[in-house]
C-alpha cells in the first residue's frame, strides 16, 4: 500500500526544510502527527529498545509541560494523543475534534523538541516497557515472528526486536533518550501530516509557527547497513507448547523495488485477509488442519520479507507444511488463468478502497509516503498498477517464493 496516494492533499516546506504534507477533508475530526525515519534499527548497539523507549518517554515531561500536562492537553478536548514504533520508522500523532489543530500542533511540536526524560518517569516506564517484552514472549504466534527476523537479518540491526532487550533497557539513562531525540528528531528526517476540514494555507502556517524552531541536523551514529544474504535455513525451538507454531519466509527486494505492486498481489492471493486465500482454503476450509494461517509482507528501504504463518496440532505440522510448500510452488510453475488472476485483481483493489476510505489509514500512509517517496500519488495509480499485472508476471513473481529458497522457523 505503499503507493496509495489522495485527492485533495497538499504538501508544503517549512522554512527549516521540514517537510509536511495536508489532506483536505470535510470531517468533524481531524488527525495531525509526525512520522520519522528512525526506528529500532537505528538502535545502538547495546542499548536495543532506544527507539521504542523514547518513543514511551517521550510523553513524560517537557521543559513546558508536566507528564500530567502532557496527558490532559488532548483529552480535555476529547482527543487523543498516541505513538508507535517499527523496525525503519516512529510515528507520533493526535486524533481530535476540528478546530483543535493548533493545540495538537503545539502540543508535537513541544514533545519533538523539548522532551526532558525525567528520571524518576523513566524509572516507571521501564518497568511497563519491561512488562510489555515480557507479556509479548508469553505469546508465541508474535514471538515468533521477531525470533524468524533475528535468523534472517543476523548480523544487522533488522535483526532485533523492537521492544529490545531487558538487559539494554536498564542501561537506557536519560541522557541517552536526549541525545537519540537531536540526532534523529530533525527537521530533514521528519514530515508533519494533518488531515481535517482545515483550509492548507492555515495548516502551513500553523505549521511554521509552532515547528520552525527546529534546525538541527540529522546525525545517525550507527549508519543503516543493507542486511547479507543467507542461505535457507529450518529451525526448530522446543518449547513444551500446547499448539505448534510455524513461519515460512523468504528475503525480496525493498519496498522501492518495480515488482512491489506484484509481490503484493501475490501475497495476499496466498493469504491476505480474504477467507478465499489460497493457504486459507487449502489449510483450513477444505482440510481443517489450522485455526490461523495468514501472509504478511513486511517492507524495507533495503529489503523486504515476505512471511507465511500457522499454528496447527503438533501431530498436522509436518502435512500443512507440505500443503503451503505446494501452494508456492503450484504459482511457480503454471500461470493462473486470466479469468482467476481477474478476480484475484478485482479482490485485492477492492480491499485498498475501503481501507483508503479509513481516515487513521489515510493520514498514516500519506506521512509516510512523503517520508520515503517525496510525493502523495492518487489510489486510482495503485489500483491501475495492479490491474495491469499479467498471468506471467505473477509467475516470474512466485518463482522467487518457491519453498527452496524459503527458511522456516517453528516452535513446538
Known sequence: MDDIIYENAFVHTLSNGLRMVHVKNHALVSWCGIAV??????????????????????????????????????????????????????????????????????????????????????????????????????????????????????????????????????????????????????????????????????????????????????????????????QPLHHTCAMQLHQCHTLVGVRLPSMFSEERFTLSLLNNILGGPGMNSLLNLNLRERRGLVYTVESSLARYTDSALLQIYFGCDHHHQQRALDIVANTLNSLADKKLSERKLNDFKRQYCGQLLVAADSTEFVAMNAGKNLLYWNKTPHIAHTVQRIMDITAEELRTAAQSITFDRCSTLTFT
Open 37 to 230: 525515519d528512525a526506528g529500532s534499527r537505528d538502535d545502538p548497539a547495546g542499548q536495543y529498545g532506544l527507539a521504542h523507549f523514547v518513543e514511551h518517554t517521550i510523553f513524560k515531561g517537557t521543559t513546558h509541560r508536566k507528564a500530567w500536562h502532557i496527558l490532559n492537553r488532548m483529552e480535555n478536548v476529547g482527543g487523543e494523543l498516541n505513538a508507535y514504533t517499527t523496525k525503519e520508522n516512529t510515528l507520533l500523532y493526535s486524533v481530535f475534534p476540528h478546530r483543535h489543530e493548533e493545540r495538537a500542533m503545539q502540543l508535537i511540536a513541544d514533545l519533538v523538541g523539548w522532551s526532558v526524560f525525567p528520571p524518576a518517569e523513566l524509572e516507571k516506564e521501564r518497568e511497563v516497557v519491561t512488562e510489555e517484552v515480557m507479556s509479548y514472549r508469553d505469546t508465541p504466534a508474535e514471538a515468533i515472528f521477531d525470533d524468524f527476523e533475528d535468523l534472517i537479518f543476523a548480523g544487522s540491526q533488522l535483526g532485533h526486536n523492537i521492544l529490545g532487550l531487558e538487559k539494554d533497557l536498564d542501561s537506557i539513562t536519560t541522557e541517552h533518550c536526549t541525545r537519540y531525540l537531536k540526532q534523529l528528531y530533525v527537521p530533514t528526517n521528519m514530515v508533519l501530516f494533518s488531515v481535517g476540514p482545515e483550509k492548507p494555507e492555515r495548516i502551513f502556517a500553523l505549521a511554521e509557527k509552532h515547528f520552525s524552531f527546529l534546525n538541527h541536523t540529522l546525525l545517525r551514529t550507527s549508519p543503516r547497513v543493507t542486511p547479507a544474504t543467507i
